[in-house]
Nanobody
Framework: QVQLVESGGGLVQAGGSLRLSCAAS????????MGWFRQAPGKEREFVAA????????HYVDRVKGRFTISRDNAKNTVYLQMNSLKPEDTAVYYC????????????????????WGQGTQVTVSS
């Protein structure tokens, strides 16, 4: 099991930027893909972005492509989500998650493939 702690959320005006961080502990961080998901009020949790254990494979949901960037620093056991050009519809609780399986060849977008979750950090974008 891995423990995940997100930080970096907050209130920002539309068009602004935030960088979320997720610090991991408890198992070999560098061998697991990491993902970011979000849940807006009254909506299902949705996939945002994921990065493979090596950083060589990255996926985004279409609505954040070109605005969000996921990255990882395996030396610091941390994954990041840089969010630029934020929109009110990006308002949600953002969760980071760690893959259940080590060294997965293809990065997953499915919640069920992620077995460890952080507590979430609130991002609010005002118009």
């Amino acid at each position: 099991q891995v423990q995940l702690v997100e930080s970096g959320g907050g209130l920002v005006q539309a068009g602004g930027s935030l960088r979320l961080s997720c610090a991991a502990s408890g198992r070999a961080f560098s061998t697991y893909a990491m993902g970011w998901f979000r849940q807006a009020p009254g909506k299902e949790r949705e996939f945002v972005a994921a990065i493979s254990w090596s950083g060589g494979s990255i996926h985004y949901v279409d609505r954040v492509k070109g605005r969000f960037t996921i990255s990882r620093d395996n030396a610091k056991n941390t994954v990041y989500l840089q969010m630029n050009s934020l929109k009110p519809e990006d308002t949600a609780v953002y969760y980071c998650a760690a893959d259940r399986a080590a060294l997965r060849v293809r990065v997953s977008r499915l919640e069920g493939d992620f077995g460890s979750w952080g507590q979430g950090t609130q991002v609010t974008v005002s118009s």
